[in-house]
């Protein structure tokens, strides 16, 4: 079987090298549900296109285009060889080294996840993981837009925001006003299957929407076919 991901700007192929290095991203990040989970992929699917293919696209957003499983190991830190012990954000000298983000217990668990094989892996991240790489992974329907996310770090952004209802601390995903909010294009990113186009499954069209994280105000946008919903969430800002 053969699967790419079908850009407007070209095809992006996936393999098993992908599917584990997807797996441990799932993982490390710690999502918690199948909904939580694809919307990390979809995310991320839509910010490499964000990254290269959009009007006003972001080059600069990651450097490693070549393979799907590059392209994530740049943005998920989990897995980024950049915060490994001894990579250039907690090797000697480097910028981070002293903060939370290189803590012991986290220089550990990154070590962990990068020999941990396939099939010792979290049990949802595999099962979401090989729906991923066989494209039948459904698209949560509010994800139109959404080009990032943020979890666990309690950091302030001042964003419109697309923030979901799963049971994890301080976990948000959020669009970026007028370079991916209301791009079509995004839109027409599909799997193909061994040469036939897979139809989108869409997904959670109907999860509630939750309260702001701390110091948090923005926008909530519920894509559905034919309709666009605009939640209107405001939170107190963090003095």
Same mark, same amino acid.
């Given at each position: ?115 941990? &094989? ?10 979401? /993981?090989?729906?991923?790489? /066989?494209?039948?992974?459904?698209? &949560?329907? /509010? ?70 994280? &701390? ?25």
């Amino acid at each position: 079987m053969t699967t790419v991901i079908r850009y407007p700007n070209g095809d992006v192929p996936l393999d098993a090298e992908d599917r584990l290095w997807t797996a441990r991203m799932l993982d490390g990040e710690g999502a918690h549900t199948e909904a939580e989970a694809a919307l990390v992929i979809w995310t991320l699917i839509q910010r490499r296109y964000w990254g290269v293919g959009m009007e006003r696209a972001n080059p600069g957003a990651f450097a490693g285009y070549r393979s799907w499983a590059r392209f994530i190991r740049t943005f998920s830190q989990p897995i980024n060889p950049e915060w490994y012990r001894g990579g250039s954000k907690c090797g000697p000298g480097g910028g981070e080294v002293g903060t939370r983000g290189c803590a012991e217990e986290r220089l550990a668990r990154r070590a962990e996840l990068a020999r941990t &094989p396939f099939e010792r892996l979290d049990a949802l991240a595999q099962r979401v /993981a090989n729906d991923f790489v /066989a494209g039948r992974l459904a698209r &949560p329907a /509010a994800v139109g837009g959404v080009i990032d996310f943020r979890a666990r770090d309690n950091v302030q952004v001042n964003r419109p925001l697309a923030t979901f209802p799963f049971p994890t601390a301080n976990r948000y995903f959020y669009s970026i006003n007028s370079t991916s909010v209301g791009d079509r294009r995004l839109a027409a990113i599909r799997f193909v299957v061994d040469g036939v186009e897979q139809p989108i499954v869409e997904g959670w069209g109907d999860a509630l929407v939750p309260e702001s994280p &701390p110091g948090i105000g923005g926008v909530m946008l519920n894509l559905v076919p034919g309709a666009v919903k605009l939640f209107n969430n405001f939170a107190k800002k963090v003095p």
